[in-house]
């Protein structure tokens, strides 16, 4: 995959400067310069900031005083159109059956009826684009506090619900899942760029909600994250036939926080046990 995409991505360079030599007033070789983008099978031919490449540059912001950046962006502006094009086009193409490793930028540049080039501007290779197009499959997640423990943390484990039931519900995504995990560079690329700080902020939020005093500060915060976040992902991964209601996030978080011993335990003398420090 990887060699296809640096073979790829070599060309698409050089076909950008033949491009760009064009514009400027010639061709190599006495040939006509581009006119316009290539329309692809979505019949959508995009260009960067309204113009086709080769076009002038963006314009040089003004500062918040009115003159002038002394140093003016360089390049053109990317453009929105180009992007959801493309990650269109790669839809269009695995709804269509084509598996993500007989995927070439080539093939994904001439669906989005754009030139190889747009897409290396925004992506280094297929793996990163392959992992904002499941991204962008996926429900978006939703803002938290920054600042609040189990308010976060709950926020964060209905989004895992949610991913879950998009996942069922869709069988293309579903697919997309499964062929990643095939692929450990493309599988990794994900893991790195969405999961793990995923990970990281339901973690940040557990510190907060034991710093509030909402958790128990005598256990491993990365053992009750662990319980917090696997009580969701049994239920959304390994258990696919096991039902996601609008409550479970609820009923998990009020089950780990009024704990799991009997409400009547008592001591081997027979009277009740007395409640822990800080035990909820």
């Not at 900031?49 to 080769?54: F, L, N, Q, Y």
Request: aromatic share 2%.
């Amino acid at each position: 995959m990887r060699d296809q995409d640096d073979g790829e991505r070599d060309s698409a360079r050089s076909g950008e400067q033949d491009r760009h030599g064009a514009a400027r007033g010639g061709t190599d070789g006495g040939g006509a310069a581009e006119t316009g983008p290539d329309i692809g099978a979505t019949g959508i031919g995009v260009t960067e900031g309204g113009a086709t490449d080769g076009g002038p540059a963006a314009p040089c912001p003004a500062r918040g005083d009115g003159t002038a950046d002394p140093e003016p962006r360089r390049g053109r502006p990317r453009s929105a159109a180009a992007e959801r094009a493309i990650l269109d086009a790669v839809i269009a193409l695995l709804e269509a059956g084509e598996p993500l490793a007989g995927l070439s930028i080539e093939r994904i540049a001439r669906t989005a009826g754009v030139g190889k080039a747009t897409i290396y501007r925004r992506w280094s290779g297929k793996e990163e684009l392959f992992v904002d197009v499941v991204r962008d499959m996926e429900p978006v997640d939703p803002p938290v506090s920054g600042t609040e423990g189990l308010a976060d943390l709950r926020i964060m484990l209905e989004s895992l619900r949610t991913r879950g039931l998009a996942q069922r519900s869709s069988v293309l995504l579903h697919n997309i899942f499964a062929q990643m995990k095939s692929h450990p560079k493309l599988w990794d690329e994900y893991f790195g760029t969405v999961i793990a700080p995923r990970r990281a902020a339901v973690l940040a939020a557990v510190r907060r909600a034991v710093a509030a005093g909402e958790l128990r500060d005598d256990l491993d915060v990365e053992l009750i994250d662990d319980l917090f976040v696997g009580a969701v992902l049994v239920r959304t991964v390994h258990r696919p036939d096991a039902p996601l209601p609008d409550d479970l996030v609820d009923r998990i978080i009020t089950t780990l926080l009024q704990g799991l011993a009997p409400a009547a335990a008592t001591t081997s003398a027979g009277a009740p046990d007395a409640p822990e420090p800080g035990r909820v």
